[in-house]
């Protein structure tokens, strides 16, 4: 097992609770769409329905919540005060803005035409609700020591006064979980792998690719 540790040069945007956009957008739509299903050794955008398997180095303990699975993700977002334009006024709003995040290594999936190891970097995550979710109001304080030894380092307020805090969250996949996956296919030390597609969405998500939202944004 290894840790893939990722310190983000540039935020995206995402609500408290959320991880990534909704699978129902029209880039998402159009994805999904276009991606075949993966097998074999093929290239290009594919997609596959499967479950997860412990990686070689078997299972992994989540760092957070302790909890033993098969892959994990933790993601903190920095919270702060931002304005917005408003029929009276500029309003003042809450924000999240993911500033780091550490992943499991590769997630391995098994499916009906492949095996495949997913380098989940830079997906868009659907993996529902959280198993650990606590708010740190201070970049000194205890959270933050134990996430600055997680990521090889401090968390820096990025917002200066405007920022409120950082929200930490903690996702786990345990073996034989159900996953559906759209990507980018390619070989790598003969593996099948896939990955992030240029310029395109990367889903990772336990919703099965026929329950994916269709209807309009």
Known sequence: MYALMTLLSAGLEASAGVVSKKVGTARRRRVIHKAEPITGDTA????????????PGGP??????GLECAWYAVTVYERYRAWRPGPL???????????AQQLAGPLHVTGDTAAVRVDPRGADLELGDPVFSEFEDSP????AARLATMLGDRLRPRHRDRTVGFLVEEHVVAADDPVYVVGQARTELGDLVIGKPA?????ITRTSAMRVPTGQD
């Open 89 to 99: 006024g500029p309003t003042d709003v809450i924000r999240d803005i993911r500033v």
């Open 140 to 143: 000194s304080g205890a959270l």
């Open 60 to 65: 992994v303990t989540a760092p957070l919540s």
């Open 44 to 55: 290009g955008l594919r997609e596959i329905n499967g479950r997860v398997a412990a990686g």
């Open 199 to 203: 310029m395109q969405p990367f889903i």
